[in-house]
């Protein structure tokens, strides 16, 4: 039996949880650090869907993986998750790409990214 995970995760939610995990400060401008609260509501990425900002200072544009290893990327926030649970599970990146739809190679090159920002923070 398939279970379609994905789907089963509200995106809203999927973004509150990266926000406490990614920004635990609270998002802010990645150039001047002003709080988000000081950014305009720009537009919304195509793809993933992710609310971008113009921080009302310094004209930096952001949204939710700026600064993170998906920053660039168009993975929708419930696949960031997926992806963060599989990796932590030490899921393969041949399954997990089979059941998130998302290239095996793409998952190798992430897990490469977080694992060496995982030792990059490492004392
Ligand atoms: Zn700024």
């Given at each position: 039996m398939d279970f379609p995970i994905q789907s089963l995760i509200d995106e809203e939610q999927a973004q509150a949880w990266m926000l406490n995990h990614f920004h635990p400060q609270g998002l802010s401008?990645?150039?001047?650090?002003?709080?988000?609260?000081?950014a305009r509501k720009f537009r919304k990425t195509e793809t993933s869907g992710l609310q971008v900002y113009r921080c009302k200072h310094c004209e930096s544009i952001y949204n939710l993986?700026?600064?993170?290893?998906?920053?660039?990327t168009q993975f929708r926030p419930s696949q960031v998750v997926l992806i963060l649970r599989g990796v932590c599970q030490g899921v393969s990146s041949a399954q997990l790409g089979r059941e998130l739809g998302i290239s095996r190679q793409t998952i190798l090159s992430i897990r490469r990214k977080l694992q060496s920002s995982a030792e990059a923070i490492q004392p």
């Amino acid at each position: 039996m398939d279970f379609p995970i994905q789907s089963l995760i509200d995106e809203e939610q999927a973004q509150a949880w990266m926000l406490n995990h990614f920004h635990p400060q609270g998002l802010s401008c990645p150039k001047c650090q002003a709080s988000v609260s000081e950014a305009r509501k720009f537009r919304k990425t195509e793809t993933s869907g992710l609310q971008v900002y113009r921080c009302k200072h310094c004209e930096s544009i952001y949204n939710l993986y700026t600064g993170t290893v998906f920053a660039g990327t168009q993975f929708r926030p419930s696949q960031v998750v997926l992806i963060l649970r599989g990796v932590c599970q030490g899921v393969s990146s041949a399954q997990l790409g089979r059941e998130l739809g998302i290239s095996r190679q793409t998952i190798l090159s992430i897990r490469r990214k977080l694992q060496s920002s995982a030792e990059a923070i490492q004392p």
